[in-house]
């Protein structure tokens, strides 16, 4: 959340959409491997689009174990740009 708001807010839709997006990604990665958790393969995505009134729908389907792996998702919207943003650790042995 704190990633997508600092990144975007303020922001109008432009060309600077796919830095954005590289950026988001980026810095969720790092901000997560501060944490040091052992043994997670760590996979982020970010998906930036612009607001003209349409719909969108971000899904995702993994096959992993709902034991130890899990995900975490953020929106983001404002008048000129959306944003996702999905987090998920896959745990490695």
Known sequence: EEVLNSVLKGKRWS???TVW?????EEIKARVKELNIPRYKIVVQAN??????QGARVASRCLWDTETDNYAAFSFKN?????VAMVFGCYTE
């Open 15 to 17: 060309d600077e959409a």
């Open 21 to 25: 997006s590289v950026e988001i990604c």
């Open 48 to 53: 930036v689009g612009e607001m003209k009134g």
């Open 79 to 83: 008048e000129s740009v959306w944003a």
